[in-house]
């Protein structure tokens, strides 16, 4: 079936590090894939998105580029901040999000001054 | 739009009993969906509905579990003689016909004591 399986965490970087989260997946058919983001105490948010192969996702200065021939979103930030301190999900879903979406396992990140 | 809302956002019951979850999803969107997610995982699928119909069962969800959304707007997942193995949180998202991207509600927390 279909899964996604991103690095474990946690993650501890200082402010402005550069960050990369590896995330790859298995899928039957041409998947949409997502990175959700979940801060302490709050529901998950979407973060960004990407719907075929090549396009890239960006949002709040995170990117990922949907690669089809490695099966990978990896999620990028140039230069982190303390607030982006969450726990992020790659995610799947055939039918453009309209079906089930499939996670991973979660990475938490944190991010010290 | 005032978003996905879930109640209660917390539950502690003992192992037997029977609990309830209400969410309450955006306004005009056609489709509601139900995930659990426990402690250190991601969210895994278990049903969704297109108005009042739903459409796909997770094997998750095991005959204890039932869901309904009775007039295609907010919807309810009961669990019947709760185990200790409930305890998760449970998710609940929304999409529009007219998007892409599901929308998470803050989750219940079920304790199973």
Known sequence: GDSVTQMEGPVTLSEEAFLTINCTYTATGYPSLFWYVQYPGEGLQLLLKATKADDKGSNKGFEATYRKETTSFHLEKGSVQVSDSAVYFCALSLSGGYQKVTFGTGTKLQVIP | ?113
Request: proline content about 4%; charged content about 25%; aromatic content about 10%.
């Open chain 2, 1 to 113: 739009d005032t978003g996905v809302s879930q109640d209660p956002r917390h539950k502690i019951t003992k192992r037997g009993q029977n609990v309830t979850f209400r969410c309450d999803p955006i306004s005009e969107h056609n489709r509601l969906y139900w995930y659990r997610q426990t402690l250190g995982q991601g969210p895994e699928f278990l049903t969704y509905f297109q108005n009042e119909a739903q459409l796909e069962k997770s094997r998750l969800l095991s005959d204890r579990f039932s869901a309904e959304r009775p007039k295609g707007s907010f919807s309810t997942l009961e669990i019947q003689r709760t185990e200790q193995g409930d305890s998760a949180m449970y998710l609940c998202a929304s999409l529009s016909g007219r998007a892409d991207t599901q929308y998470f509600g803050p989750g219940t927390r079920l304790t199973v004591l």
